[in-house]
């Protein structure tokens, strides 16, 4: 069975004191699950990360945050792992048992405030110990989303599940899709796929899936070729295409290959937003033309893939920028979970398409750049810039055209 990316699933981070009963909540939402995909620790105090499929919620992946919290207290290295459990998360759930509120306590509610994110109390253990109506109105004064249970007998599951689809964002519900709004009925969309060395074999990645699972659901249809093939399988259509799509690595010929009343972009820029802000990634690529001698530029990636002979990441896109600005720049590169905590030493960061990332921990990412006063940009639009087309790969997007304001 092939399984829904992680970068697609809700997140929910779950939060407590130890022996608050946040295992025994596990084990009953595990026991909705139709199948734990995996279940991935980092290092001893790293949460777990357990991928699943939940009735009636759907994919899922549960952030249980047990090893952050064994001395309830909100210590300084726990609040810098809380928070960076707290950048990625849609939802978040603090257990507490009956009668039992602190500081512990206060501070995870003013974080989940702090963030915007929509969370639930659950009150445990009921079967031990009733709570008092004082505390469970100290509760309710934090949420109306409060539920008194005992996870270990399953008492009151069922309004625990009810409550938990009450606080889904409308964001996660109403997500953007990757290029539905683009086309219509019965369009033919062009995808112009490399098949290079770091094309994985025997398969494509994620965002030309996403591409094509989204052209099928808008009723279009879908052509697939090599940068090679493009001009000829161009050449071959009754008419044109309404939109073609290509890998970043290949724009320069995709633009110069398609006609120009064809509407063309990338798969990284379509990446952009939908995981983050295209319009505050355009807008971060100006800083492509201020580099100085002896900048810093951070080339941010979400995964920690195997990087190749000529990899975009660590070696095109630095050899491009550092072509095109004609200065000296200190080009340092971060993956998968670790993002720096120096951000504002930077003069600019370039993020992949964050496939493997949900929304929520791309414009967590977008927001820490922001706040430090610093450009992000993502891989596409970079390098769109880079090439000189931008004008073509940003043209279904007039927004964030703008937002960038060319200056070529
Ligand atoms: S580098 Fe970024 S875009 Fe590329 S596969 Fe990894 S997460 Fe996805």
Redesign the pocket.
């Known amino acids: 069975m092939t399984q829904t990316p992680k970068?697609l699933r809700l997140h929910i981070g779950l939060f407590g004191r130890r022996n608050v009963g946040k295992s025994s909540l596990m084990n009953l939402i595990t026991n909705q699950a139709m199948s734990i995909v995996s279940e991935m620790a980092g290092t001893t105090t790293d949460p777990v990360e357990k991928t699943m499929e939940i009735q009636p919620l759907g994919p899922v992946v549960f952030i249980d945050t047990a090893g952050i919290d064994d001395e309830g207290s909100l210590g300084e290295a726990r609040i810098k792992q809380t928070l960076h459990v707290m950048q990625k998360i849609d939802i978040a759930i603090l257990v507490v048992e009956p009668n039992v509120w602190g500081t512990f306590e206060e501070k995870l509610v003013a974080l989940f405030k702090e963030k915007k994110i929509a969370f639930m109390i659950v009150c445990n253990k009921i079967d031990q110990e009733t709570p008092q109506e004082s505390f469970m109105q100290i509760l309710l004064e934090k949420t109306p989303c409060c539920v008194k249970m005992s996870a270990t007998i399953g008492e009151n599951k069922e309004v625990f599940f009810e409550r938990i689809q009450e606080i889904i964002p409308t964001s996660w519900i109403k997500q953007p899709s990757l290029l539905g709004d683009l086309i219509n009925e019965g369009d033919v969309i062009v995808l112009v796929v490399p098949i290079d060395l770091q094309a994985p074999k025997g398969r494509l990645?994620?965002?030309q899936v996403q591409a094509i699972r989204d052209i099928l659901d808008h009723d279009a249809c879908c052509i697939i070729a090599k940068e090679r093939e493009l001009s000829y399988m161009l050449s071959q259509l009754k008419s044109p295409p309404k939109l073609v799509v290509c890998d970043s690595q290949c724009v320069l010929k995709t633009v110069a290959d398609t006609p120009k009343d064809v509407r063309v972009t990338t798969f990284?820029i379509l990446?952009a937003r939908l995981k983050g802000d295209l319009n505050a990634l355009s807008e971060g690529a100006r800083m492509i033309h201020n580099l100085q001698e002896g900048d810093k530029v951070l080339i941010a990636?979400?995964?920690t893939?195997h990087a190749l002979e000529d990899d975009i990441?660590s070696v095109k896109i630095p050899r491009w920028l550092r072509q095109y600005s004609g200065v000296h720049l200190v080009i340092d590169h971060c993956?998968g979970k670790d993002y720096p905590e120096n951000i504002a030493e930077y003069k600019l960061v370039i993020h992949?398409?964050?496939?493997?990332?949900n929304r929520q921990g791309m414009l967590s990412r977008l927001q820490e750049a922001q706040k430090a006063g610093v450009p992000i940009t993502n891989?596409g639009i970079a390098i769109s810039v880079l090439q000189g087309v931008l004008n073509r790969s940003l043209e279904p997007f007039p927004l964030a055209l703008m937002a960038y304001d060319e200056k070529e």
């Not at 992949?352 to 990332?357: D, I, N």
Request: negative net charge.
């Open positions: 970068g990645i994620l965002p990284s990446m990636e979400a995964c893939h990441g993956s992949c398409g964050a496939c493997t990332l891989y």
